[in-house]
């Protein structure tokens, strides 16, 4: 299966469609004033989830149910592992000082951004596994190695944003000044006649930066479920146009659920040995399925466990 141009092109309008009206081009000013709210975030992040589910079930209905299971499979392993860039934004806006108000704008054109690129390491990666298997050695690597990152380089990604947003200031600065004025949900103002950057548009261009290094993480990752590009593709977009809505419901609870990278960090290790051995094991995309769904439900469970046992000790 690789998708054929109606199923591209079906694709290709729920996601305009969807992003017209999360951009919220179909609402009123009132409404979309009040979208800020926890609970309208947890609303849309549900409708997210629910459209990538309606969608695999297109998937089951046309192609069958094993390219049903790897699109799942793949959805679900790029929705968990994007969690870990919702604790790297937490870090840059807090860094740049963006006040929650401004930040679903920045978070809009980071994502959108972050598709372009996606598309072009997923192609990229699809076309090098083509033509040089060796290349699944270093991918198994690139995997693992991102599981040792979260699990021991906390400390170390808050330099690394810390630097990031500091270079790339300096960078920006270069090519155009740089305001800290935020003025709206503006990117670039004019002051004093001449055009000057926000600290918007530098969060912007953190983020993009960050994200292809998530990439070359979860792209590995998803490149080992499956080398169809319409599946790995899909699966992509629906978990990264998601992740907005998803920032804000859980940019709250980063420091509570702070066993999840230990889940994250496991099932990239699966999928790192799942790369590693291809050659020579076959493990069913049912059963990839269940590692990420325990690993994920184990995590978040003792992290609640965790909160709550420590919660009483707090509050004394």
Same mark, same amino acid.
């Given at each position: ?76 392993? /790029? +929705? ?6 919702? &604790?790297?934004?937490?870090?840059? &806006? ?44 270093? &991918? ?15 400390? +170390? ?50 983020? /993009? ?28 977009? &629906? ?66 466990? +965790? ?8 509050? /004394?």
């Amino acid at each position: 299966m690789r998708g054929s141009m109606w199923a591209w092109a079906i694709f290709g309008l729920l996601v305009l469609g969807a992003i017209a009206a999360d951009l919220g081009l179909f609402q009123s000013r009132e409404s979309r004033e009040r979208e800020q709210s926890l609970r309208s975030a947890v609303m849309r992040s549900g409708a997210w989830i629910a459209l990538s589910v309606g969608f695999g079930l297109g998937v089951w209905a046309v192609y069958g149910q094993q390219s049903a299971i790897t699109y799942f499979t793949a959805y679900l392993l /790029e +929705k968990s592992l994007s969690i870990d860039n919702i &604790f790297v934004f937490v870090l840059i &806006f807090s860094y740049l000082a963006i006040p929650p108000e401004r930040q679903r704008a920045v978070l809009f054109w980071g994502v959108l951004g972050a598709l372009v690129s996606r598309g072009l390491l997923i192609a990229g990666g699809i076309f090098v596994l083509a033509r040089f298997h060796w290349v699944v050695y270093p &991918f198994a690597a690139l995997i693992i190695f991102a599981a040792v990152r979260l699990v021991w380089g906390q400390e +170390k990604e808050r330099e690394v944003v810390a630097a990031a947003c500091a270079v790339c200031g300096t960078w920006v600065a270069r090519v155009i000044p740089i305001t800290p004025v935020i003025r709206g949900n503006s990117f670039l103002i004019r002051q004093q006649g001449r055009l000057v950057a926000t600290p918007l548009l530098v969060a912007v261009l953190i983020i /993009e930066t960050t994200d292809i290094v998530f990439a070359l993480d979860s792209v590995p990752a998803v490149l080992a479920i499956t080398r169809d590009p319409f599946i790995v593709y899909t699966s992509n977009v &629906f978990a990264m146009l998601g992740l907005r809505s998803l920032y804000f419901v859980l940019a709250g609870a980063v420091e509570r659920l702070r066993y999840l990278r230990f889940g994250l960090a496991a099932i990239l290790i699966f999928f790192g040995a799942r790369l590693l051995l291809s050659d020579t094991v076959e493990f069913p995309n049912h059963v990839s399925l269940a590692v990420i769904a325990v690993a994920l439900a184990v995590s978040v469970a003792a992290s609640l466990w +965790k909160a709550r046992s420590e919660a009483p000790v707090r509050g /004394e």
